[in-house]
């Protein structure tokens, strides 16, 4: 485990509850990040591709909107990005800047929260892509003998 990581997991710990959003904007934060990469590590979900439309995007949305440019352009750069080695670099930045802002924004352990990160899911894009793909390529691969 990162030291990242571990400053992760002790401020979940601490600012998450055992269901439903957190009560401060750090705590959703937290739960956001502590979201993307769970679903990286532990089923290789990535924000923007296959199931991650559904598990990632959202978190990854809110943290867009709640943090600052530097984590929006961490997300952006990872968006859609299906090769492992330079996804887990991105988290790993990702996870640093989300610690480093909120460092720099200890009120945000104070601030009600009143938002939850699965409110920035969109029904048209969050969805599974992969079965389309399988059912193109499954498509052209046959298309030679009819």
Same mark, same amino acid.
């Given at each position: 485990?990162?030291?990242?990581?571990?400053?992760?997991? /002790?401020?979940?710990?601490?600012?998450?509850?055992?269901? $439903?959003?957190?009560?401060? &904007?750090? $705590?959703?934060?937290? !739960?956001?990040?502590? !979201?993307?990469?769970? !679903? =990286? @590590?532990?089923? $290789?979900?990535?924000?923007? &591709?296959? %199931?991650? =439309?559904?598990?990632?995007?959202?978190?990854?949305?809110?943290?867009? #909107? #709640?943090?600052?440019?530097?984590?929006?352009?961490?997300?952006?750069?990872?968006?859609? &990005? *299906? +090769?492992?080695?330079? %996804?887990?670099?991105?988290?790993?930045?990702?996870? =640093?800047?989300?610690?480093?802002?909120?460092? #720099?924004?200890?009120?945000?352990?104070?601030? =009600?929260?009143?938002?939850?990160?699965?409110? %920035? *899911?969109?029904?048209?894009?969050?969805?599974?892509? %992969?079965? /389309?793909?399988?059912?193109? *390529?499954?498509?052209?691969?046959? +298309?030679? @003998?009819?």
């Amino acid at each position: 485990m990162t030291k990242a990581e571990k400053r992760i997991e /002790d401020l979940f710990e601490e600012l998450v509850p055992t269901s $439903g959003k957190a009560d401060t &904007v750090a $705590g959703e934060i937290i !739960r956001a990040i502590a !979201r993307i990469s769970y !679903r =990286n @590590y532990n089923d $290789g979900d990535h924000i923007g &591709v296959g %199931y991650g =439309n559904e598990t990632c995007n959202p978190p990854a949305r809110y943290l867009m #909107k #709640k943090t600052n440019d530097d984590i929006s352009q961490i997300i952006l750069d990872m968006w859609g &990005v *299906y +090769d492992d080695t330079i %996804y887990d670099a991105a988290i790993t930045a990702l996870e =640093n800047a989300v610690l480093d802002f909120l460092e #720099k924004h200890p009120e945000l352990k104070e601030t =009600n929260n009143d938002e939850d990160m699965w409110d %920035y *899911y969109d029904k048209y894009e969050d969805v599974d892509d %992969y079965e /389309d793909e399988d059912e193109e *390529y499954f498509d052209e691969e046959y +298309d030679d @003998y009819e």
